[in-house]
């Protein structure tokens, strides 16, 4: 027990130093400021590596991605969706009657060698104009032009005939444009 000046008895209390409640307040919202900054110099940090990250990746792809290899993708793309999409279901339709009499060797059977007739670049990109309209970018733009008559790509079906048994022989005829 304390006494203090006036005689009083006063029990002595465990938090004699109490904080007032505006000292509380202002307190908190200074931890909460330096929480704030700290989370926010973080997620700066975050985002610098991300982006360093991201132009160093891009960089590193951008080397390996060149215009020609670019049309020469897109190329068997194109190829690749005019077989199986387009002409394959029009020579089969074609030839319905022959198929269900003699079977899809005998009707594929000329083919085999030497493949189906080439096809050439402009009708690779003029057989569907909703799909293949904005493929034209990648043959002719300021780095590279391709010659849509000389390129072309020859179809060979094999066995057992269906959409995606053949391969494809591409020629890609492009040129570097000089700046």
């Known amino acids: 027990m304390n ?17 007032s409640p505006s000292f509380k307040k202002l ?16 997620l700066m940090i975050v985002v610098v590596l991300i982006s360093t990250c991201s132009v160093g990746f891009s960089l590193m792809v951008k080397k390996n991605v060149t215009a020609e290899a670019l049309a020469e993708r897109q190329f068997q793309e194109l190829a690749k969706s005019y077989y199986e999409n387009f002409f394959y ?11 269900a009499a003699k079977g899809a060797e005998f009707v594929f059977k000329p083919y085999l060698k030497t493949g189906f ?20 970018i990648y043959f002719e733009h300021k780095k590279l032009t391709c010659n849509k008559d000389l390129s072309s790509v020859t179809f060979k079906p094999h066995a057992p005939f269906g959409k995606t048994d053949y391969t494809m022989d591409p020629i890609l005829s492009c040129e570097k444009v000089k700046e």
């Open 27 to 42: 307190s908190n919202q200074i931890r909460l400021e330096t929480l704030n900054s700290k989370i926010i110099r973080g």
């Open 117 to 136: 007739p080439m096809v050439k670049l402009r009708r690779l990109l003029s057989y569907s104009d909703e799909n293949n309209l904005d493929k034209r």
């Open 89 to 99: 279901d029009n020579f089969v339709n074609g030839h319905k009657d022959e198929i």
């Open 3 to 19: 006494i203090d000046r006036r005689g009083a008895k006063h029990r002595h209390k465990r938090n004699a130093t109490k904080l």
